[in-house]
Each structure stands twice: as C-alpha cells, then as structure tokens.
C-alpha cells in the first residue's frame, strides 16, 4: 500500500479499488509535501482540540521536522470539486509525525518484504491561522489573517511555507519594531537561512500608538540558564531601544501649566542596573575583527542598531562610592565613569531599607518612630548615617525609660546601627543619586545610563540596587513623586540578575521593594515604564511581578523549572527547550504565536564577556 494511493485516507468507500490522486490544487507538483487525509483519524477544527493530519510523500519524508509550517490551501463551495480557492489557505505547523500501524502481519510474505516504507508517515498539523490572499491590486497589505474557523477537505495538497509575509500575517508578528531575531524551527531559520522572517517586538511611536500600546510597557522577561546567550541576546534587543524614538506621556501635574496639554511626547530614557559590569561595553564598538560581520548582519536585517551607543543617543556609566570601593578599576574601556553616593536622606521615605529582616511589633514600631524623629529633628544639611548612629545612641537611654524595654531598644539598634552595609554606603560621594542635576542627568530623554554595581559585592550591592530602583520606582508610579523627570519622561528599566532583587519577599525590605515592582508592573502602560528583567531562572522571581510581563524570552532552562515550576512556557514547546543551543530561543508576545526565534550570531556591540 503507498501513501500516495491509500484507500483508507480518502473519503471512498473503503472496499474501493479505484483510488484517485490527490485533487488539483495551487501546489505545484516539486513542492507538494503530502496531502490532507480524514478517514482512519477523522477531520476536525473545534473550539478545543483539531484534528487536522496529512500523509506525506515517501521521497519527501527527510523534509519534514515537527515545527514546520506547511500551508494548506481550502475549496470554494461554489467552485467546481477540483477547484480550490487560491486567495485562501490555512497556516498549520507539524505537531507530530509517525508511521501509522494499522498494517496487519498477513500482508507480508516474509521477514525480508518489511520496511519503514510499508508504513504511511502521517503529519499531525495544528492549525495556526486561515489567510486570505487580498486580490485588489491597490490593497497594499497582501495577507490577512483570521481565526481558523474550518476544516480544510480531505486529500487536498500541502507544501512547507515559503512565502515570509504568509509566514509572518499567520503568526501576527509585527513588520516592524524591535528586532530580536528570525523564526526558526529546530535551530534552522525558516523559511530559508537565506531569506530568514524577521521576528519583532511590537514598538509603535507616538505617531501611531492608535495601533496598540509598545510591548516594553507591558514589560519584557529574558530567562535563561548561564551561558545561554542572555547578556547577547539583551545587548542586541536593547541596542534597538536605544534608536532616538518618542512616545507620548502625561505631563506631570507639578510641571503642568494652567492651559497647557495633559500629554506630550518626549524621547526614551533606558536605565540598565548592571550587577556584573557587562552592559558598560554598550558604549564601544564590536571589536575590529568582528565589525565587518556586524555590519552585514545588521544592514542585512532591515538596517538594525549597531556599534557603540552614543551618536544619536546619548550613553554614559555611572557607579555608585561606598566606603570601600573604587570605581576606576570598573572595566568601562574608554567611557568615563560618573560617580555618585547614595544618601542617607533616602531612609526619611523608604526606612524599611533599614529593615533587613522581618522585625514585628514594637521592634518595627520602634524603628520606624527613630528614623521619623531624627529627621524631624535634624537640621538638613547634617542628615548623615553617621550622625544618625551618635543620635540613636544618646536617645536610648530615653527610649529605655519610656514605653519600649531594654530589649526591644537591642532588637531595634541592631538592625539600624553598626551594620557595615549601612557604614559602607550610606554619605559616601559629595555627589548624590537624588541630587536634582544628577537625576536630570541620568534620566534625561534620549539617553541610555548604566549604572554598573560590578565593583560591589554581597550586601552592600544588594542596599545599593534596592535603593535606587527604589527610588526610581516609587517616583515612576507616585502620585507625588520625588522626581518629577522620572515621572514625566517614558523609561526602560532592565535589571541583570533580577532574581537576586525582585523574588519572593521573606524580609520587610524585599517586601517593600517587591511591592513596588508589583505595583509598577500593573501600571507600566499608563506611566510609560518599562521593565526589562533578565534572570536564570524566572521561578526564583517573584510570582505575583512575572505574571503581569506580558513578554517572555526563555532561552534553554533547566528541565525541571520547565516541567515543575509554575512558570508558563508553552506546551508546544516544553519538551524541546531544554535542550535549545545558545541563542535558541521561544518568544511569546502578546496577540502573536509563541514561536523559536534563533538571534544573531554577532553582538551589536562590543561583547566581551
């Protein structure tokens, strides 16, 4: 029995000896791959659950892998049976593939007579979409697409897809934005390594921001286990954002005039917190030996970003002093370093920075009254941890004769004095983070900062990065905020190792700084702030935060944390992901398919690590 003649995959009688060939269709005959079958499976597209399948021909068995898309074109009714209507096609990608069984013993005269080519190899096709080829000459978009609503008929031809903008009008990526990488089934780039379809980030500008909101407000996660390709995969996407663009943003109710607009469109401000001093090669070049192959990649690919940061946008790197650190031995090549300190002032707002661990009742009350009377009672230019230690020893004495017991007052100065972290950082800089001109700088529009924390380790990094995305945070979404140019200007905020700053909260510190990131991830569309957080492992990150990313980059992970966790990744891909090779990815956007997209081969910029 063969498979191009195979009685029980066509609507006949199953006692029929005359079997037709497939119907004519708009596959030409050196590409056709195989045809859509229905008897033995039945044929069906519902709610639920498809069953669409085809038999292919046994001289194109080697061309076929699960993940490839195939086309499969749909009969008119008011066409003749051997017609089909070639403006309508349905987008299907192979589910799986098998040699059926249904082939009994008494057929073979001997051991010698079987083979796999005995067998039919049977093409389970998930439906994707059904697209419709415009036939007005005038109608510039060629391809639209719809939910898949029908079977297509049984016996009809298929073939792989070779056209891009079918590929691309099936999945729903977008033509345009932030390039990421090409679609890819199993490694290979589709539809050819020669033509490959560009995959992109959904970024409008404020000119037509009608069409749908930018992905990077609803946020973006790149998860992946150590050498994977994170840092390059990040590194090329965020060399995109860095392009001078504008988006359009409420004005800040202190900065609005009488008559003046609610909204007004200003340039892209990208902050990137970098705990292992990477994304400061951002400011350089690919190195020379590799500029070449850069050049072409990118003017390749619809003319992508590429080199150093700095021409059109502006780039600079700033390093948080502590007591013990040294910001010139910071790997920054030739970009100069911006130093700046962090205040003590910053605790009178945000005093569970000083609550390391969960301290309860009168411990926590306790706390929070000191911090609130040495600022009330203190004259500003003195605010200095230092200060604040003297202070909080001459008070306890009083403290002790009040309400509160000696070992209450013990509990409480052991989490507020003589801890090195606070020594170490606390009024280190004569510059301060929250200085007016160093906020204006930093986060001025059009301009990318990296504040690198590589040259600080354990807990004196961990105060330093929850104290600025603290405050950064806190003045993104405020209604009063303590900086009025991070509330008025659109911004990305990409966190390397995220996992380390925003998991499951255990102390009162992290549940502060956690419900902040909560609260930011469900504002994001409205006050233009977009999260870009990069991570190991996206279970360590706190649950409440990754489900409100509407973007998700997984790069190869464990398969425990695929198969385990409660991290979604999707089902069509679960069981190839751990087993992905660096620079494979799966990318699910929102409104488009989840797909494999392979990112380049070459870092945009200067990539060293």
């Known amino acids: 029995m063969s498979d191009e003649k195979d009685e029980d995959m066509t609507l006949l009688d199953s006692e029929s000896s005359d079997v037709p060939e497939p119907f004519d269709n708009p596959i030409p005959e050196e590409s056709y791959l195989g045809h859509v079958v229905a008897k033995e499976t039945g044929l069906k597209v519902g709610r639920e659950t498809d069953s669409v399948f085809a038999v292919v021909q046994p001289n194109e068995r080697e061309k076929i892998e699960i993940g490839d898309y195939v086309r499969v074109p749909y009969y008119r009714p008011d066409l003749d ?7 309508r096609q349905m987008l299907a990608s192979v589910q799986s593939l098998s040699y059926n069984t249904q082939l009994e013993d008494r057929q073979f005269t001997s051991a010698d007579s079987f083979g796999a080519e005995q067998y039919r190899y049977v093409a389970e096709l998930s439906p994707i979409a059904e697209i419709e080829l415009s036939d007005d000459e005038n109608d510039t978009d060629d391809f639209s697409g719809n939910f898949v609503s029908r079977p297509p008929r049984p016996t009809v031809k298929i073939d792989k897809v070779s056209e891009n903008e079918f590929l691309r009008c099936g999945l729903d990526i977008p033509s345009d934005g932030i390039y990421v990488g ?5 490694g290979q780039r589709v539809p050819s390594s020669d033509d490959p379809l560009e995959y992109y980030l959904f970024n409008p500008n404020d000119d037509n921001e009608k069409q749908g909101e930018p992905v990077i407000f609803r946020h973006v996660l790149v998860a992946g286990s150590t050498g994977t390709g994170k840092t390059h995969t990040s590194k090329n996407i965020l060399r995109q954002f860095a392009k001078c663009k504008n988006y359009m943003i409420d004005v800040p109710a202190e900065e609005k005039e009488a008559e003046g607009p609610n909204q007004r469109t200003r ?13 400061t090669e951002m400011g350089e070049d690919p190195d020379e030996g590799d ?19 700095g021409e059109e946008t502006e780039f600079e790197i700033f390093a948080p002093t502590t007591k013990d650190s040294n910001t010139k031995e910071l790997n920054t090549g030739s970009n100069e370093v911006t130093d700046f300190g962090i205040p003590f002032d910053i ?21 929070l009254k000191t911090i609130d009377d040495y600022f009330r009672e203190r004259d500003e230019d003195s605010y200095s941890y230092s200060d604040f230690s003297d202070w909080f020893e001459r008070e306890r004495e009083h403290l002790e004769d009040g309400k509160y017991n000696e070992n209450i007052v013990n509990a409480a100065a052991r989490r507020i004095t003589d801890r090195s972290e606070y020594w170490a950082v606390f009024g280190e800089s004569s510059t301060n983070f929250t200085d007016e001109d160093v906020v204006k700088n930093m986060f001025s529009p059009n301009k990318v900062s990296v504040v690198t924390t590589g040259h600080l380790r354990g807990a004196t990094q961990n105060l330093v990065v929850q104290a600025i995305s603290s405050y950064v945070v806190e003045s993104k979404i405020s209604s009063n905020p303590a900086s009025t140019q991070i509330k008025g200007t659109p911004m990305i905020l990409a966190l390397d190792e995220a996992h380390e700053y925003v998991q499951e909260p255990e102390t009162t510190r992290e549940q502060f700084i956690v419900n902040k990131f909560r609260r930011a991830a469900r504002r994001g569309r409205k006050d233009k702030f977009g999260l870009y957080f990069i991570t190991q492992n996206p279970a360590d990150l706190d649950g409440e935060v990754r489900n409100q990313i509407n973007t998700k980059i997984y790069m190869q992970l464990d398969r425990k944390v695929v198969n385990e966790s409660d991290v979604y990744v999707p ?6 992901l751990p087993e992905y090779d660096k620079g494979q990815m799966v990318v699910v956007q929102p409104d488009v398919s989840p797909v494999e997209v392979v990112g380049l081969p070459v870092c945009l910029t200067k990539h060293s690590k």
Not at 81 to 87: A, F, I, L, Y
Request: charge should be negative; aromatic fraction near 6%; glycine fraction near 6%.
């Open 81 to 87: 049976d051997k017609d089909v209507d070639v403006t």
């Open 182 to 186: 090409d679609i890819a089934v199993n």
């Open 267 to 279: 340039g892209l401000n990208m902050t990137i917190i970098d705990p292992e001093d990477e994304y």
């Open 291 to 309: 500029m070449e192959d850069v050049k072409e990649y990118a003017e390749d690919r619809m003319g992508l970003e590429y080199g150093a940061i």
């Open 347 to 367: 605790v009178r707002d945000h005093p569970q920075l000083m609550m390391p661990d969960d301290p309860q009742g009168p411990t926590r009350q306790l706390i």
């Open 571 to 576: 089902p069509e891909f679960s069981k190839q």
